[in-house]
């Protein structure tokens, strides 16, 4: 049972390029997110899908898009890489929603935009 | 605002000693709370969580207690060991169907041998 995956574990991009973080969860759970963690924070929520086809705004979507068309998987789009978006990247997802039940982490993309 | 807190962003303990982290949140209305820790280069380990119609809620050497009428919720590790040395961070929900989480900054603790 392989939980949440994330992919790359690591990158370095240059200021304006793009890529897509990507999330896979094999627990066919409905509610996926995603969360930024900078160095002494907490985690703070980009964006979240309650199922397939449906994405919402958290606290920091600036700079960022998602897309769910399936289950299973929950890519995170930088559109033009800048500094202020080098984190930690942490997928998230659960049975239910945030107020359900915990939800399941991924290791993390670690993130590095020059 | 929805914000969650922490007292101390550091505690060292020793081995054996039982250990108290504390965590503040300012949202009344916040019903489901619940306590990660993160080892590092690792993503967020669920430990426990409690309702809002709970005090305390046990597991296996952790309690977590919630005091709503100062909004204060609190991790203890009973025995602590080596292996329990890592960043703890609170999270609270708000009731309402909002599907959020909202984490506090954590606290980092050091179990010295």
């Known amino acids: 049972n392989a939980g949440v995956t994330q992919t790359p574990k690591f990158q370095v991009l240059k200021t304006g390029q793009s890529m897509t973080l990507q999330c896979a969860q094999d627990?066919?759970?409905?509610?996926m997110s995603w969360y930024r963690q900078d160095p002494g924070m907490g985690l703070r929520l980009i964006h979240y899908?309650?199922?397939?086809?449906?994405?919402d705004q958290g606290e920091v979507p600036n700079g960022y898009n998602v897309s769910r068309s399936t289950t299973e998987d929950f890519p995170l789009r930088l559109l033009s890489a800048a500094p202020s978006q080098t984190s930690v990247y942490f997928c998230?997802?659960?049975?239910?929603?945030?107020?359900?039940?915990?939800?399941?982490f991924g290791d993390g993309t670690r993130l590095s935009i020059l | 605002g929805e914000s969650v807190g922490l007292h101390l962003p550091t505690l060292s303990v020793q081995e054996g000693d039982n250990s108290i982290i504390n965590c503040a949140y300012s949202?009344?209305?916040?019903?489901?709370f619940i306590w990660y820790k993160q080892e590092s280069g690792k993503g967020p380990q669920f430990i426990i969580d409690i309702r809002s119609n709970m005090d305390k809620r046990q597991g296996q050497r952790v309690t977590v207690l919630l005091n709503k009428t100062v909004k204060h919720l609190s991790l203890q590790i009973a025995a602590t060991q080596p292996g329990d040395s890592a960043v703890y961070f609170c999270a609270e929900t708000v009731k309402g169907g909002s599907e959020k989480l909202v984490f506090g900054k954590g606290t980092k603790l050091t179990v010295n041998p």
């Open positions: 949202n009344s209305a916040s019903d489901y």
């Open positions: 627990m066919n759970h409905e509610y």
């Open positions: 998230a997802s659960s049975s239910l929603g945030a107020g359900g039940q915990p939800q399941h």
């Open positions: 899908s309650v199922g397939a086809g449906i994405t």
